[in-house]
C-alpha cells in the first residue's frame, strides 16, 4: 500500500487529483486534510465525469482520503455480497441492496462509500425510492468494508455519525462483525443483528472459496446454499 499526504496550505486540483489516482496501482491512498465539504462533492462529481469507479471516496470534516481499488478487493466484495444475499434468499428474508451508494451529509460535514450496504429490517421503508435521504430516511442496517490494505481515515467515527447499526470487516482471512453501541461506540459481536439467523463461525470457510481461482461465483453460490438448505430449521419463537 502507498500513501500519500498532501498538506492543507497546498489543495490540489480536483482534474489532477482524479489524474494521479489513474496512473497509481490499487491499494494507493492519498489523504488530503483541509478540505471543504464543497470541494468533496466537487470531487465527487468530477470522478463520476472522469469514469473513475475504481476510486472510492470518504470525508470526515476536512479530512478527506481517496483510495484505488484492485481486483482481490473487488472480488472478496462480491464473494461476502453473494453470502449475504444468498443466506436472506435461501431463509425466506428479504432485503434491498444499495451497494456502494455515496453516503453524505453536509450537515454532518461527513460522506462515505461502503463496499456493500443493505436494508433488510427497514427495506420496506426505503423501496421504490429513487433517491434516499439519509438527513429523514433510514441508513442501512447492514454495511460491509473489505479491508486487504490499511485506511489512512478511521471510517467508524463516520458510520456511527450516520448510525449505521451494523458493519461487518473482511481482511481477506478474518471477518469482524461490528455492532453501534448507544454511546455512539462499535463493539465486536459473536452474531448479526441484521442477519440474527446466520451462524457467522461458518462463514470463513465460504469466504475462503473466493481464493480458489478454480471456482466460479457460480460455483461457491451453489455450494453455500447447499449448506444453508441442509441445516436444520431454525426454530420460530
Known amino acids: 500500500m502507498t500513501t500519500a499526504t498532501v498538506p492543507p496550505s497546498t489543495p490540489p486540483r480536483t482534474d489532477a487529483l482524479i489524474g494521479l489516482h489513474v496512473v497509481e496501482k490499487p491499494g494507493c491512498r492519498l489523504l488530503l486534510g483541509g478540505v ?14 472522469a469514469g473513475r469507479a475504481g476510486v472510492k471516496i470518504a470525508f470526515d470534516r476536512g479530512e478527506l482520503e481517496i483510495m484505488v481499488v484492485g481486483g482481490t478487493h473487488e472480488r472478496l466484495k462480491k464473494v461476502i455480497a453473494l453470502l449475504i444475499e444468498a443466506w436472506i434468499e435461501e431463509t425466506g428474508g ?11 451529509r453536509a450537515d454532518l460535514e461527513k460522506g462515505f462509500e461502503p ?29 460491509v ?3 486487504v490494505s490499511r485506511t489512512v481515515l478511521d471510517r467508524l467515527p463516520i458510520y456511527s455519525a450516520f448510525k449505521i447499526p451494523e458493519v ?8 469482524i462483525v461490528l455492532r453501534l453501541q448507544k454511546d455512539g461506540s462499535y463493539t465486536e459481536s459473536p452474531s448479526s443483528a441484521a442477519l440474527p439467523t446466520l451462524p457467522l463461525a461458518e462463514l470463513p ?31 420460530t419463537t
Request: proline share 7%.
Open 145 to 147: 468494508e473489505i479491508e
Open 168 to 175: 461487518w470487516r473482511y481482511n481477506g482471512s478474518r471477518l
Open 115 to 143: 463496499d456493500e450496504c443493505y436494508y433488510v429490517q427497514n427495506w420496506k421503508k426505503v423501496a421504490g425510492m429513487r433517491d434516499i435521504d439519509l438527513a429523514k430516511d433510514p441508513p442501512p442496517d447492514l454495511a
Open 36 to 49: 471543504r465539504y464543497a470541494e468533496y462533492e466537487e470531487l465527487l462529481h468530477a470522478r463520476t465525469d
Open 205 to 235: 470457510r465460504f469466504l475462503a472459496l473466493a481464493s480458489d481461482v478454480t471456482l466460479s461465483f457460480a460455483a461457491i453460490s451453489r455450494q453455500f446454499r447447499a449448506w444453508v438448505r441442509s441445516l436444520p430449521p431454525t426454530p
Open 94 to 104: 428479504e432485503y434491498l441492496p444499495s451497494g456502494g451508494m455515496t453516503h453524505k
